[in-house]
C-alpha cells in the first residue's frame, strides 16, 4: 500500500510552508488576546456566569 502524503508531495510541502506559520500566528494573536490585560475584566465577568444565580 502506498503512502498518501509523504515528504516529497508537493502537497505536503505547501501545507508545511504556507499554512503551518499562518495557523501559528493566529494560535498567536488568540493567545496575546487572552492574555492582554485591557481584556481581563470581560474574562472574570465570563467566568463567574455559571455561578450566578438569576
Do not use: C, H, Q
Not at 9 to 14: I, M
Not at 19 to 45: E, M, Q, S
Amino acid at each position: 500500500m502506498k503512502a498518501l502524503l509523504t515528504a516529497s508531495n508537493p502537497v505536503s510541502e505547501f501545507v508545511t510552508s504556507l499554512w503551518t506559520p499562518l495557523f501559528v500566528g493566529i494560535f498567536i494573536a488568540i493567545v496575546l488576546y487572552a492574555l492582554w490585560p485591557r481584556n481581563k475584566a470581560t474574562f472574570d465577568a465570563a467566568s463567574k456566569m455559571p455561578l450566578r444565580e438569576d
